[in-house]
């Protein structure tokens, strides 16, 4: 929630150029990530909105080098952590990055843990493999990343199985795996889609507190855009594998330039806002075999025109790290 | 004043506990422990909270899939559970239901027209081109277009999906339709489509819809009465206008606070820690007092368990701590 102005001062830490993740299949390529490109500056918290099927989750795969093989592959772009190039890595290299440097919690406490092993011992693994510390040493770190997501009586916890916790705890757990190792950047994708709505809050407070006192980076996926508002700092809104419009978050609350993105925003009932109806995009996104030519969202554009049909509309800079794509900005 | 078409009435229903070969459950869960509501026609009663407060359970009693361990239900005056042959047919008519996630209700071997002319087939015995007909309508109903009824489920999205459950459920015409969870499996801008699409019919049908969600935006944008559920019990139930304006139990104004709002400025508040209450061993007096941050260590609310009452016009709620209204006007 820090203004724009205080932001931009702070140094990029992640530069995401035209990246481009395809699916290989049999009926043809399908471009889930089709030339993404967006920043994040320390200590910021940068939401990924966007439908399912838009390409958050694939994204942020592609940031991990975790897109499933076979099948699919990278095919284009850069991603600069820092001062390195994270896909001109070896494998063995990237594991330094990934787990350590950039950490990531997943949508499903329950399949991001492993039923068999203790909480003590899964939240350990980071703090030996990454830390390389032993003993009452790395015992001492788990403890500290279990007090820190304020998990109760840590101690017993340790030794017990996942399944002993509930789905709020689950995730907290998971969270203090990710953050056990202080990484610069956190990728959360959708990590409270499957919690209560009390437990939700406490979370996202939780992850909030967090992420200040460390001043950890924070890429938030989520298709909720409350979460966004009252989470990031900044936006980027994925329609069919690209990011249509990014922007600082009140601004673009405010005065959002896409259609697509005003759209969005008015399809969502607000709490004390009484409309008996709700804005409607009519149809639904595209098929991503087959997007189709010009800007991927025109057939279910209110103000259409006709070079929309033919080009991709270029990047639109509105301020700031603010763009759009889209011919009316352009205009 | 507008009819109550539904009514239910001190319902319970409890659950034999987790059990294996060797022993049976001696606990019980406590899934739903004496809640009261009415569905007036037309409108739409919202039923709100979290996992495992008993808002399915109530809709599984109302749709005959489960009986009801004490209290009763009456739809239009009659009890539902004493109903038999052509009485209970005329109800299974008149309440349908609309699932939560359309990739499971729907027979993925059944063509889009069989699976919406099943019911018009059996309870309407129609065949031939007027039960074509009639499915070609309410394909319209919904929004699908007629060359879709050869269609089978898997090529349509989601959101088309509901539309295809929405018109099974209306095929037969019904007066009450239960919806559990309906756009919570759906993408934001489809959601809208469904949302405008259900009170579109409701306007067109006169129908009454028992909405089961755990989105408070959406429940504020459906319904005309709401009922907050903790743990098997309602803790408030309100005109909607009332609820939402005038909160009165801790556990609603906490729901409330906790909903992340889609505007920057309206910074969300967590006003409770600690975890949903278990309905096997739940707290004793008020069941939420735990959690509560009106709670201060007072025995009553520990030992005792609040009373159901009208605090207000139309307005009830069950907490220790809020002050009746109804009273104070009394006294003055």
Not at chain 1, 22 to 27: G, I, S, V, Y
Not at chain 1, 211 to 228: F, P
Not at chain 2, 109 to 129: A, K, N, S, T, W
Not at chain 2, 247 to 271: C, E, F, G, N, W
């Amino acid at each position: 929630m820090t203004n724009s102005s205080a932001q931009q001062e702070k140094s990029v830490l992640l530069d995401v150029k035209d990246l481009q993740t395809h699916f290989f299949q049999r009926r043809g390529v399908l471009k889930a990530v089709d030339g993404v490109s967006f920043t994040v500056r320390e200590g910021e918290a940068v939401g990924l909105v966007g439908e399912s099927g838009s390409g958050k989750t694939m994204t942020c795969l592609s940031l991990m080098r975790l897109v499933p093989r076979p099948g699919s592959r990278i095919v284009g772009g850069e991603i600069w952590f820092r001062d390195q190039n994270l896909l001109e890595l070896t494998d063995a290299e990237m594991r330094e990055y990934r787990g350590h440097r950039i950490a990531m919690i997943m949508q499903d406490p329950q399949t991001s843990l492993n039923p068999v092993f203790t909480i003590g011992d899964q939240v350990m693994e980071p703090v030996k493999l990454h830390l390389k510390q032993r003993g009452a040493q790395a015992l001492e770190r788990v403890l500290e990343a279990l007090r820190s997501v304020r998990i109760p009586g840590p101690e017993d916890r340790l030794r017990q199985y996942p399944h002993q916790f509930s789905g709020g705890m689950r995730q907290r757990v998971v969270a203090a795996m990710g953050l056990s190792t202080n990484p610069e950047l956190l990728i959360a994708d959708e990590p409270t889609t499957s919690l209560d709505v009390t437990i939700q809050a406490q979370f996202l407070d939780l992850i909030r507190g967090l992420q200040r006192e460390h001043q950890t980076s924070v890429i938030w996926v989520t298709h909720d855009l409350g979460i966004v508002a009252q989470m990031c700092d900044r936006v980027n809104v994925m329609y069919a594998g690209r990011i249509v419009e990014s922007g600082e978050v009140r601004k673009l609350y405010k005065e959002p330039q896409h259609p697509y993105t005003k759209a969005l925003l008015e399809s969502v009932p607000i709490m004390g806002n009484r409309r008996r109806r709700l804005y409607q995009i009519d149809g639904q996104p595209p098929d991503l075999r087959s997007i189709p030519t010009g800007c991927p969202f025109w057939p279910r554009c209110p103000s259409v025109m006709d070079i929309c049909k033919e080009q991709y509309p270029p990047t639109t800079h509105t301020g700031g790290d603010d763009f759009v794509h889209c011919w009316l900005a352009e205009k | 004043m507008p009819e109550a078409l539904l009514e239910v009435e001190g319902l319970v229903k409890h659950f034999p506990g987790p059990s294996n070969i060797l022993q049976r459950s001696s606990v019980v869960v406590r899934a739903v422990d004496g809640v009261s509501l009415s569905v007036d026609e037309g409108t739409t009663f919202a039923l709100v909270g979290e996992s495992g407060c008993g808002k399915t359970t109530i809709a599984k009693n109302v749709l005959l899939l489960e009986r009801p361990t004490r209290g009763e239900i009456r739809f239009e005056g009659e009890n539902i559970h004493q109903l038999k042959g052509r009485e209970l047919r005329e109800y299974k008519r008149s309440v349908q239901a609309v699932f939560q996630d359309p990739y499971s209700s729907l027979n993925p071997r059944m063509q889009v027209r069989d699976i919406i002319g099943e019911p018009l087939r059996v309870h309407e015995r129609l065949g031939g081109r007027r039960l074509q007909t009639r499915v070609g309508e309410l394909l319209e109903n919904v929004g699908l277009n007629t060359v879709t009824g050869g269609f089978f489920p898997h090529q349509f999205s989601g959101g088309q999906r509901q539309r295809i459950a929405i018109a099974r459920a209306l095929a037969l015409r019904p007066k009450l339709i239960v919806l559990d969870e309906p756009v919570s499996g759906l993408d934001v801008s489809i959601r809208a489509q469904i949302l405008n699409l259900l009170v579109d019919l409701q306007e067109e049908f006169g129908l009454s819809y028992l909405l089961i969600s755990h989105d408070l935006a959406i429940v504020e944008h459906m319904s005309h009465q709401v009922g907050v559920m903790y743990v098997g019990k309602m803790v408030e139930l309100a005109q909607k206008d009332e609820m939402y304006s005038d909160t009165q139990h801790p556990y609603t104004k906490a729901l409330l606070s906790a909903v992340p709002r889609p505007d920057p400025d309206i910074p969300m508040s967590i006003t409770i820690s600690g975890e949903v209450a278990s309905p096997i061993n739940p707290p004793t007096g008020c069941r939420f007092h735990p959690r509560c941050p009106d709670y201060q260590e007072s025995a009553i609310c520990r030992e005792q368990d609040p009373e159901w009452r009208e605090i207000a016009g139309q307005h009830w709620t069950a907490c220790h701590k809020v002050d009746s209204k109804m009273d104070s006007a009394v006294h003055q």
